[in-house]
């Protein structure tokens, strides 16, 4: 009895046109779930042994773009389930490490010659078990470390592959994380001791220190001593939470730990053994009978088939832990549902002995328990499609076996991978940038900026950082911003609607017909983008007197769906009735006295560029400004603020209008106004946008006015180097004009002739052979190369501009 490599579920649903693209078909098919109107959702979460990274952020945050289209924008109910994976042979060797570690540190204060002796030893250590082209008869020190890397790992360093024609890749890129980790313990042991803290030094040699404590009294840990490891994941679970609501990612409907369903667990791995699907070792763990599986008619590694006999991934899947001895399966391709533990290991009891459970079952039983015998959507980044979601499928489904050959998962979802210079971002490679690390410290991205490159992105294609598409993502972002501030903006001065349509109704709707056309295809979110910023475009270059307030409004609030929809707008629902996002106005207290400054100085500016200016106009402008009391100075300078900056500039302004004449008052105003813009109001995150004919528009400096103000800095700095530069050659140049031509050939200039006719030039070399013709010729066009430049210095030196010698 075989089963059809995809069921297609039957039944309705009321967003019929919806298509959904299916790993287990590898195609575009309609979406339908179990239940009309609601959709029952796993997603495998993060594995906490440490701090997530952007690669991290791209799986959930699209996971979260996709689940917010599926509630808000087609209307399903969604029951959203998520694990942790708080044990894994990851977080049982990071914990174990990170505690004897800990332990070290507290019995070794102080770093002495004992503790730079064990550190030296650990880093030998580490180097033998990760760069093996370096043998153990190589002499390696600190001292000759980079001279043995470059001489093993040269090729590699440069761009070169371990395996001759093959590209580089994850393997290369884990080998250079060897070398840094190396090279970064090296240079802690070859500094002066008092050049480093304890806390500095430690932290330099942690991964060899981990490592060789691990070997030498990992397996002292016992079984039960779970808060070994808890301490570990609690903390990082706590981290994670913490990033993905920075991220504005929405929270699990319901949350599944490991170490809170061993027994579930055990269970559920005793079901699929009575069901003759699995098998006992004689070690005590439990493995998945892959031929018994097929021989009762359900197929194999359906999401990726061509990776089912490789052994690399298989490895992986098993984890660094695992039974070493291939022998106790019966197949290559078996995998363990439940592993007796071994010690140094956590251990939960069950029939077989004490074990820990398998990768793959955890997320089986776990979503098996919350969603039942079949779910409709399960997700996970890319990676997880062969062995883990693979031999998720076939467990589960071996665990429902009752005849009826059920499909377990009806639709899975895998996003891709975002990559930094060709490898994708991994903890164990160490290539990545913490999601905080990138938010709150270099602060180069925003969550509403990384949520529009995910969205800019297909959901599972990979994305590559590039200096492109942090440009793309800003032109977006820029476009929205002055959208929504033009449009609320334009609002106040519309006329008021009449029962004329609306100039730009068709182009909404083709807009917003073209948008649901992409999101209906599988969530296609590029090209929303593209009609949305469309859209804007043609908004933009329409009439603004042509345009009804429905116009803006429509427009305006059609946008804000999206972006809300989208989740660039915090956790706002789909339709608030307004026009914007966050981060468009300015603070309710900077008001009462931006506000004012504003319309003072464009009263101030227009003035000045008509050269209308005088004082007394001055006095009558700034007088139209309220005064603000500052408290007195004291001991430190007031920090800045809105109501300071309104008061020095009406100051100034007045100081200005006192102390120059009407000539110069013009230029001295726009001078102030222009300070007061880029650099009073700036240092506020506030900026004045100066429009032609129109008031200045207040808003908040947002990363795309910042990006654009450092381009400007940067090009005004390239600029000036350049000049610079060519003012040094030129300098240069003119001084090696300082010599008379009539000594250039001679000593101390040059020891090469021993004769020369009376201009200087050479005629007898110095041992006293006549030159040649040819010699002689080019001889002559050096001395009068030499004599125009001699000429133009003593030019130079007669109005000043030679410099100094």
Same mark, same amino acid.
């Given at each position: 009895?075989?089963?059809?490599?995809?069921?297609?579920?039957?039944?309705?649903?009321?967003?019929?046109?919806?298509?959904?693209?299916?790993?287990?078909?590898?195609?575009?098919?309609?979406?339908?779930?179990?239940?009309?109107?609601?959709?029952?959702?796993?997603?495998?979460?993060?594995?906490?042994?440490?701090?997530?990274?952007?690669?991290?952020?791209?799986?959930?945050?699209?996971?979260?773009?996709?689940?917010?289209?599926?509630?808000?924008?087609?209307?399903?109910?969604?029951?959203?389930?998520?694990?942790?994976?708080?044990?894994?042979?990851?977080?049982?060797?990071?914990?174990?490490?990170?505690?004897?570690?800990?332990?070290?540190?507290?019995?070794?204060?102080?770093?002495?010659?004992?503790?730079?002796?064990?550190?030296?030893?650990?880093?030998?250590?580490?180097?033998?078990?990760?760069?093996?082209?370096?043998?153990?008869?190589?002499?390696?020190?600190?001292?000759?470390?980079?001279?043995?890397?470059?001489?093993?790992?040269?090729?590699?360093?440069?761009?070169?592959?371990?395996?001759?024609?093959?590209?580089?890749?994850?393997?290369?890129?884990?080998?250079?994380?060897?070398?840094?980790?190396?090279?970064?313990?090296?240079?802690?042991?070859?500094?002066?001791?008092?050049?480093?803290?304890?806390?500095?030094?430690?932290?330099?040699?942690?991964?060899?220190?981990?490592?060789?404590?691990?070997?030498?009294?990992?397996?002292?840990?016992?079984?039960?001593?779970?808060?070994?490891?808890?301490?570990?994941?609690?903390?990082?679970?706590?981290?994670?939470?913490?990033?993905?609501?920075?991220?504005?990612?929405?929270?699990?409907?319901?949350?599944?730990?490991?170490?809170?369903?061993?027994?579930?667990?055990?269970?559920?791995?005793?079901?699929?053994?009575?069901?003759?699907?699995?098998?006992?070792?004689?070690?005590?763990?439990?493995?998945?009978?892959?031929?018994?599986?097929?021989?009762?008619?359900?197929?194999?590694?359906?999401?990726?088939?061509?990776?089912?006999?490789?052994?690399?991934?298989?490895?992986?899947?098993?984890?660094?832990? /695992?039974?070493?001895?291939?022998?106790?399966?019966?197949?290559?391709?078996?995998?363990?549902?439940?592993?007796?533990?071994?010690?140094?290991?956590?251990?939960?009891?069950?029939?077989?002995?004490?074990?820990?459970?398998?990768?793959?079952?955890?997320?089986?039983?776990?979503? /098996?328990?919350?969603?039942?015998?079949?779910?409709?959507?399960? /997700?996970?980044?890319?990676?997880?499609?062969?062995?883990?979601?693979?031999?998720?499928?076939?467990?589960?489904?071996?665990?429902?076996?009752?005849?009826?050959?059920?499909?377990?998962?009806?639709?899975?979802?895998?996003?891709?991978?975002?990559?930094?210079?060709?490898?994708?971002?991994?903890?164990?490679?160490?290539?990545?940038?913490?999601?905080?690390?990138?938010?709150?410290?270099?602060?180069?991205?925003?969550?509403?900026?990384?949520?529009?490159?995910?969205?800019?992105?297909?959901?599972?294609?990979?994305?590559?950082?590039?200096?492109?598409?942090?440009?793309?993502?800003?032109?977006?972002?820029?476009?929205?911003?002055?959208?929504?501030?033009?449009?609320?903006?334009?609002?106040?001065?519309?006329?008021?609607?009449?029962?004329?349509?609306?100039?730009?109704?068709?182009?909404?709707?083709?807009?917003?017909?073209?948008?649901?056309?992409?999101?209906?295809?599988?969530?296609?979110?590029?090209?929303?983008?593209?009609?949305?910023?469309?859209?804007?475009?043609?908004?933009?270059?329409?009439?603004?007197?042509?345009?009804?307030?429905?116009?803006?409004?429509?427009?305006?609030?059609?946008?804000?769906?999206?972006?809300?929809?989208?989740?660039?707008?915090?956790?706002?629902?789909?339709?608030?009735?307004?026009?914007?996002?966050?981060?468009?106005?300015?603070?309710?207290?900077?008001?009462?006295?931006?506000?004012?400054?504003?319309?003072?100085?464009?009263?101030?500016?227009?003035?000045?560029?008509?050269?209308?200016?005088?004082?007394?106009?001055?006095?009558?402008?700034?007088?139209?400004?309220?005064?603000?009391?500052?408290?007195?100075?004291?001991?430190?300078?007031?920090?800045?603020?809105?109501?300071?900056?309104?008061?020095?500039?009406?100051?100034?302004?007045?100081?200005?209008?006192?102390?120059?004449?009407?000539?110069?008052?013009?230029?001295?105003?726009?001078?102030?106004?222009?300070?007061?813009?880029?650099?009073?109001?700036?240092?506020?995150?506030?900026?004045?946008?100066?429009?032609?004919?129109?008031?200045?528009?207040?808003?908040?400096?947002?990363?795309?006015?910042?990006?654009?103000?450092?381009?400007?800095?940067?090009?005004?700095?390239?600029?000036?180097?350049?000049?610079?530069?060519?003012?040094?050659?030129?300098?240069?140049?003119?001084?090696?004009?300082?010599?008379?031509?009539?000594?250039?050939?001679?000593?101390?200039?040059?020891?090469?002739?021993?004769?020369?006719?009376?201009?200087?030039?050479?005629?007898?070399?110095?041992?006293?052979?006549?030159?040649?013709?040819?010699?002689?010729?080019?001889?002559?066009?050096?001395?009068?190369?030499?004599?125009?430049?001699?000429?133009?210095?003593?030019?130079?030196?007669?109005?000043?501009?030679?410099?100094?010698?």
């Amino acid at each position: 009895m075989s089963q059809p490599p995809w069921s297609q579920p039957t039944g309705t649903t009321h967003q019929p046109e919806l298509k959904v693209y299916n790993s287990l078909t590898r195609s575009k098919v309609p979406f339908i779930p179990l239940k009309t109107e609601q959709i029952s959702w796993y997603a495998c979460g993060p594995t906490v042994y440490d701090d997530s990274h952007l690669g991290h952020a791209r799986n959930y945050v699209t996971t979260d773009i996709i689940r917010r289209l599926l509630r808000d924008y087609f209307h399903f109910k969604v029951k959203f389930v998520m694990n942790i994976t708080d044990v894994d042979d990851k977080i049982i060797l990071r914990g174990r490490q990170r505690h004897l570690y800990e332990k070290y540190k507290q019995d070794h204060r102080y770093i002495d010659d004992k503790v730079r002796q064990d550190a030296r030893q650990a880093w030998l250590y580490y180097i033998q078990k990760n760069l093996k082209r370096i043998g153990p008869r190589t002499l390696v020190t600190p001292e000759t470390f980079d001279g043995v890397i470059e001489h093993f790992y040269g090729d590699i360093l440069a761009g070169g592959s371990l395996e001759p024609g093959t590209k580089a890749g994850d393997k290369e890129a884990k080998v250079k994380m060897h070398i840094n980790t190396s090279r970064s313990t090296a240079k802690a042991l070859l500094l002066d001791p008092k050049m480093l803290t304890p806390h500095e030094f430690y932290n330099r040699v942690n991964d060899p220190m981990c490592l060789i404590l691990d070997s030498q009294f990992g397996r002292d840990i016992r079984g039960d001593d779970y808060d070994v490891f808890t301490k570990l994941t609690k903390e990082y679970e706590n981290r994670f939470f913490q990033d993905m609501h920075d991220l504005n990612v929405m929270d699990p409907d319901d949350i599944v730990r490991v170490t809170e369903h061993g027994r579930e667990i055990a269970d559920y791995v005793k079901k699929i053994h009575d069901n003759k699907m699995a098998y006992r070792t004689s070690d005590g763990s439990v493995y998945f009978d892959i031929k018994a599986f097929e021989a009762a008619g359900y197929p194999y590694a359906r999401l990726e088939p061509w990776n089912r006999g490789d052994k690399e991934l298989q490895a992986d899947g098993e984890g660094a832990l /695992s039974q070493k001895d291939e022998s106790v399966k019966r197949s290559e391709a078996d995998f363990a549902l439940w592993k007796a533990s071994r010690p140094g290991e956590p251990s939960w009891p069950s029939e077989w002995g004490p074990g820990r459970p398998g990768w793959h079952i955890e997320c089986s039983a776990m979503a /098996s328990g919350k969603l039942g015998q079949q779910m409709d959507i399960h /997700s996970g980044g890319i990676d997880l499609a062969f062995p883990h979601h693979d031999n998720e499928l076939a467990q589960s489904e071996a665990f429902w076996a009752d005849g009826s050959h059920r499909q377990w998962v009806n639709y899975f979802l895998h996003m891709g991978h975002l990559s930094i210079q060709g490898s994708k971002m991994s903890k164990s490679l160490k290539n990545f940038t913490t999601i905080r690390e990138a938010i709150h410290v270099r602060r180069e991205w925003t969550s509403r900026s990384l949520r529009i490159v995910f969205l800019l992105g297909g959901w599972r294609d990979g994305i590559e950082i590039s200096d492109d598409m942090v440009v793309e993502c800003r032109s977006w972002e820029d476009r929205v911003d002055n959208f929504f501030l033009n449009a609320i903006e334009n609002i106040k001065d519309a006329r008021a609607s009449t029962e004329q349509k609306p100039v730009l109704q068709d182009i909404l709707q083709d807009a917003e017909g073209k948008v649901r056309a992409a999101l209906l295809d599988s969530f296609n979110t590029p090209v929303a983008m593209n009609v949305i910023s469309s859209l804007i475009n043609s908004y933009n270059s329409a009439k603004k007197s042509d345009l009804t307030e429905h116009d803006h409004k429509n427009i305006g609030l059609f946008v804000t769906r999206m972006v809300n929809i989208f989740g660039l707008n915090g956790n706002e629902p789909a339709n608030t009735g307004t026009i914007g996002w966050k981060g468009i106005d300015i603070s309710d207290d900077a008001k009462k006295y931006v506000y004012p400054l504003a319309k003072i100085r464009d009263e101030l500016r227009q003035a000045a560029i008509a050269k209308s200016i005088t004082a007394e106009k001055v006095q009558e402008i700034v007088s139209t400004s309220p005064g603000v009391e500052e408290p007195p100075f004291s001991v430190r300078p007031p920090k800045p603020s809105a109501a300071r900056a309104l008061n020095d500039f009406s100051r100034s302004a007045l100081e200005a209008a006192s102390a120059v004449d009407s000539g110069d008052l013009n230029k001295q105003i726009l001078a102030l106004c222009d300070r007061v813009r880029d650099v009073d109001l700036w240092q506020l995150d506030i900026y004045l946008e100066d429009r032609e004919n129109l008031p200045a528009l207040v808003r908040p400096v947002t990363e795309g006015l910042k990006a654009a103000r450092r381009e400007r800095e940067e090009k005004s700095r390239q600029k000036e180097e350049a000049k610079k530069k060519r003012e040094q050659e030129a300098l240069e140049k003119l001084q090696k004009g300082r010599l008379s031509p009539a000594e250039i050939f001679k000593p101390p200039h040059s020891d090469e002739y021993s004769a020369w006719d009376p201009d200087g030039v050479p005629t007898t070399a110095k041992d006293g052979t006549a030159l040649t013709a040819s010699r002689l010729k080019k001889l002559k066009k050096e001395w009068d190369n030499q004599r125009k430049a001699h000429e133009k210095y003593l030019a130079a030196t007669q109005n000043g501009s030679a410099g100094q010698s």
